[in-house]
C-alpha cells in the first residue's frame, strides 16, 4: 500500500525541540553541559505533551545527588533479586545524613571487605 499525502506531510514535517532547564542545577554545577546540541529523541503530538515528559523525568532523575564510596568492615551479601539495598549514611565531613541506594558493590574476600558506590 502506497503512503497517502497526509502520511508523507506528517512524517516529513520539521523537528519541535522543547527545552527544561534547572536554574538551580545550572547556578551549583556553572561548567555542567546542558546537552543542548543533542536532544533527547521523543515523539509527541504537542509541545506540551513533550513538556508534561520532560516534567516526569526531571522529578525521576533531576534531583540533585551526591555519590560515595564506602568501605565497610567484612563482607556484606546482597542478593539484588529480592530488593534493591538502601542504606542510610552518616557522614560528618560532607554534612550528609540521608537515606541512600547502593549502586554499586564488591566484596573483596581476601582482604575481607566491602567497597560500595552509594547515590544520595
Not at 504537542?46 to 545527588?65: C, V
Request: overall charge negative.
Amino acid at each position: 500500500m502506497s503512503a497517502l499525502p497526509a502520511d508523507i506531510v506528517r512524517a516529513t514535517r520539521q523537528a519541535r525541540i522543547v527545552r527544561r532547564t534547572d536554574t538551580a542545577i545550572q547556578s551549583a554545577f556553572v561548567k555542567a553541559r546542558d546537552q543542548g546540541d543533542d536532544p533527547q529523541a521523543g515523539y509527541f503530538q504537542s509541545a506540551a505533551d513533550a513538556s508534561a515528559a520532560l516534567e516526569a523525568q526531571a522529578a525521576l532523575i533531576g534531583t540533585f545527588r551526591r555519590r560515595f564510596s564506602a568501605r565497610i568492615a567484612g563482607p556484606v551479601w546482597i542478593d539484588p533479586l529480592t530488593e534493591v539495598p538502601s542504606w542510610h549514611l552518616t557522614d560528618s565531613e560532607t554534612d550528609m545524613d540521608d537515606d541512600v541506594i547502593v549502586t554499586r558493590i564488591e566484596i573483596d574476600l581476601e582482604e575481607e571487605v566491602t567497597l560500595a558506590e552509594v547515590i544520595g
